[in-house]
């Protein structure tokens, strides 16, 4: 069993930066893909960043040239988020695939004040 723990997420003013942190349980980083999803209430979850085991990143078009994903060890991962918008507010999930099992992270809150 992955266990997932968020950190980092808070109050802050727009064009602000915030850093979020992803806890594992297990050395699983660099064998799985990982990443950042955020959920709006009443809307879906949807896709920030990724990095695969192989240190490919993607992002969604709404966070490129703002947001990085990374990891400094075998079980950390962080998402450094620049220029925040007031859109970016949202609770931020870390998730990590491993084969075909999905595992999610509590959340963590993003609020983004203009």
């Known amino acids: 069993q992955v266990q997932l723990v968020e950190s980092g997420g808070g109050l802050v003013q727009a064009g602000g930066s915030l850093r979020l942190s992803c806890a594992t349980s297990a050395n699983i980083i660099r064998a799985n893909t990982m990443g950042w999803y955020r959920q709006l209430p009443g809307k879906q979850r949807e896709l920030v960043a990724t990095m695969s085991s192989g240190g490919t990143t993607n992002y969604a078009d709404s966070v490129k040239g703002r947001f990085t994903i990374s990891r400094d060890n075998a079980r950390t991962v962080h998402l450094q988020m620049n220029s925040l918008k007031p859109e970016d507010t949202a609770v931020y999930y870390c998730?990590?695939?491993?084969?075909?099992?999905?595992?999610w992270g509590q959340g963590t809150q993003v609020t983004v004040s203009s």
């Open positions: 998730n990590c695939k491993s084969g075909l099992s999905s595992y």
